[in-house]
């Protein structure tokens, strides 16, 4: 593996935040595989997927709050009360569930409740990579590695909640990621973080927000950004909240009897039982996504660079509507793991290109309001998308649904490619100013050396 790849983890704080949060986000994703498969258990309703799905993603609403707040405090401990009180939600999941007197009331209010702790925990997770991080140059990777982190999780989680499922039930996986959550609190308690002043202490609550509002949607590129990432998340990413539908009513089930003889010998009894169920098929729709995801961040993660992530950013949401438009006609499970695949590589590739040109050009002393609004258009969104996509399934049809959020998708990457030249002009004096435009630096450079007088003379 190229060295380039891995930079980023020779900080120490960061290297312990990397370790612990891969173990802590394989049991977030068995969760909400499992949430999904539970709710759909008890209910058998697109739309109450939807409900439930609107019920973890709404508070994000709150989220420009919880920006101002995050530029006011220590971003560490913030993090570390984050994270504990992630873990108590899932520990009532898996008391509930394992008691076997969980209702869909009960999902829905703790639902709300991890939304209210993502609201913040996700912009101060986000402002603290960099904290952890001493030089600004290896930013980028790690914002990369983080994501690599993210959906690696995303690959193994939910093809390891689907067999869980398939064998025991929802309340062990909500008891496993209750567990996972020791990992990240350790990691973090380890870190040595340096004490950071915090000049936004001098401004009440109000006066913060509405500066951070300003200064985001005062230019023009940081505007354009949000608003992408908006309406990709409400109209492009909902197809997730169906995924339960297509498992079992519009995708054949798995059978091993296609697959080669050798294969299925290996396979130990207990495999063959999970394999077969609609639980496991799930999980896999879930993971290919994750496959997808996984490479791009890979892909982030080995550029030396931000440049050039801007024709990345536009032409992603059009990959996306394709491969979800293919997505909505498959009718066998290999065809839909595919498109998948391709649907995950292109959403990731998407929001953490623009999670990247953010923190590049953020303003310090703004970085967590920015963020807040970031994770505003990225969560605040996807509850009115679930929302719609579970009402609009009911209505027209899962597939339906799914085809017409593609073409939407197609359509907005069409009006963004229009103002791509307008934002970049934009953009490149920043570039310029930091020395990220290599070939600028250098003239400049060059132009200093030639305006200095040699010593001596």
């Known amino acids: 593996m190229p060295p380039e790849l891995l930079r980023s983890l020779s900080h120490r704080n960061f290297r312990l935040f990397f370790l612990g949060q891969s173990i802590s986000l394989i049991g977030t994703w068995m969760q909400q595989v499992a949430m999904s498969?539970?709710?759909?258990?008890?209910?058998?309703?697109?739309?109450?997927l939807g409900v439930v799905a609107f019920s973890s993603q709404?508070?994000?609403?709150?989220?420009?709050?919880?920006?101002?707040?995050?530029?006011r405090v220590n971003r560490h401990r913030l993090v570390i009360a984050t994270q504990s009180a992630a873990m108590i939600q899932a520990s009532i999941l898996a008391a509930l569930t394992l008691g076997g007197v969980v209702q869909v009331w009960h999902v829905i209010v703790l639902s709300v409740v991890i939304g209210v702790v993502n609201a913040f925990d996700m912009p101060g997770r986000q402002s603290f990579l960099s904290e952890m991080i001493e030089r600004r140059e290896d930013l980028s990777n790690a914002i990369a590695l983080n994501s690599s982190m993210f959906n690696g999780a995303r690959l193994i989680g939910p093809a390891l909640a689907g067999i869980v499922l398939a064998l025991t039930s929802p309340g062990v996986c909500f008891f496993i990621n209750a567990l996972s959550f020791v990992a990240v609190l350790i990691a973090?308690?380890?870190?040595?973080?340096?004490?950071?002043?915090?000049?936004?202490?001098t401004k009440n609550l109000l006066a913060g927000l509405r500066e951070g509002f300003a200064y985001a949607f005062g230019f023009a590129p940081i505007r354009a950004l949000l608003?992408?990432?908006?309406?990709?998340?409400?109209?492009?990413?909902?197809?997730?909240?169906?995924?339960?539908?297509?498992?079992t009513r519009e995708l054949e089930a798995i059978s091993l009897e296609s697959w080669p003889k050798w294969l299925v010998g290996l396979l130990p009894e207990f495999l063959h039982r999970a394999l077969e169920r609609e639980a496991s098929t799930l999980g896999l729709l879930s993971a290919s996504a994750g496959v997808g995801a996984l490479i791009g961040a890979v892909l982030l993660a080995s550029r030396k660079t931000v440049l050039g992530l801007g024709r990345w950013i536009t032409f992603m949401p059009a990959t996306l509507g394709v491969a979800?438009?293919?997505?909505?006609?498959?009718?066998?499970?290999?065809?839909a793991l595919l498109c998948l695949v391709a649907a995950g590589f292109a959403g990731m590739m998407q929001m953490a290109s623009t999670n990247t040109v953010l923190q590049t050009i953020v303003e310090e002393d703004k970085r967590g309001r920015v963020m807040s609004l970031y994770t505003l258009a990225f969560m605040g969104t996807a509850p009115l998308g679930s929302l719609l996509a579970g009402y609009s399934a009911d209505l027209i049809g899962a597939p339906l649904t799914v085809r017409l959020a593609g073409i939407c998708c197609v359509a907005a990457s069409l009006v963004f490619a229009t103002q791509?030249?307008?934002?970049?002009?934009?953009?490149?004096?920043?570039?310029?100013?930091?020395?990220?435009?290599?070939?600028?630096?250098?003239?400049?450079?060059?132009a200093t050396q030639l305006a200095t007088p040699p010593e001596g003379k």
């Open 188 to 201: 973090l308690l380890a870190m040595r973080v340096p004490p950071k002043s915090n000049p936004l202490h």
């Open 420 to 446: 791509f030249h307008t934002l970049r002009s934009l953009i490149r004096p920043i570039y310029r100013r930091m020395g990220i435009l290599p070939e600028l630096a250098s003239g400049i450079q060059e």
């Open 324 to 335: 979800i438009v293919g997505f909505s006609y498959a009718r066998s499970l290999q065809p």
């Open 227 to 247: 608003l992408l990432v908006a309406f990709v998340s409400l109209i492009g990413l909902s197809y997730s909240v169906l995924l339960p539908v297509f498992a």
């Open 37 to 48: 498969w539970l709710v759909y258990e008890i209910t058998g309703s697109a739309w109450w």
């Open 58 to 71: 709404i508070p994000s609403i709150i989220a420009p709050v919880a920006g101002v707040i995050i530029d």
